[in-house]
């Protein structure tokens, strides 16, 4: 392979992954060699309707490619076909995703992911980084934690206080029908 083609398919790795620019992010490697071009198809299928794109590299190319940016980790990785699931809404979905579709495609190979620098190795490694929350559901978690201490308190205080106009409203109602009866009489 002429080294033009190869500073082509570097490119194109590039255009692909990080749009061109220079923030690659996180992604998911895996091997899709053991599955049927059918089951290829509909995975890809499944995954673009969530905006998850399979990029398949050569390895010497990509390793060279990712050189200096987040991805270089996963070069240790990279041993017979590989391919790079990326995009979405973070690599935490991605992950979801294609663990989901593991049981459905048994060919479907996990060989690890990166997250904020962060390697997770084999099938064990990418499981595990299923199981962490997305972005969104983190800061809905914070969000939660913030907000639960003030739902405490105002909870502590409208117990009591809510008991004190009950005894209130209670009394106003019997001095009310004293004052009834005492008209009456």
Do not use: C, W
Request: glycine residues 14%.
């Amino acid at each position: 392979m002429s080294k033009t083609v190869k500073q082509i398919i570097m490119r194109d790795y590039k255009n692909r992954i990080a749009g061109g620019g220079e923030d690659y992010g996180n992604a998911l490697l895996i091997s899709i060699r053991g599955m049927k071009a059918i089951d290829t198809t509909k995975l890809r299928g499944s995954l673009a309707k969530k905006k998850i794109k399979i990029t398949v590299l050569r390895n010497s190319l990509a390793r060279k490619a990712f050189e200096g940016t987040s991805l270089a980790q996963l070069g240790e990785l990279m041993a017979g076909a590989s391919a790079l699931a990326h995009g979405g809404d973070s690599v935490v979905e991605v992950a979801r995703e294609i663990v989901e579709a593991m049981g459905k495609m048994p060919g479907l190979e996990l060989k690890g992911a990166i997250l904020d620098g962060t390697v997770f190795k084999g099938k064990a490694g990418v499981t595990e980084l299923s199981k962490f929350p997305t972005k969104d559901e983190a800061i809905g978690q914070i969000v939660t934690l913030i907000v639960s201490p003030g739902r405490n308190v105002l909870g502590q205080i409208k117990g009591p206080g809510s008991k004190v106009a009950g005894i209130i409203k209670a009394i106003e109602e019997k001095l009310e029908k004293g004052e009834t009866i005492a008209k009456a009489g």
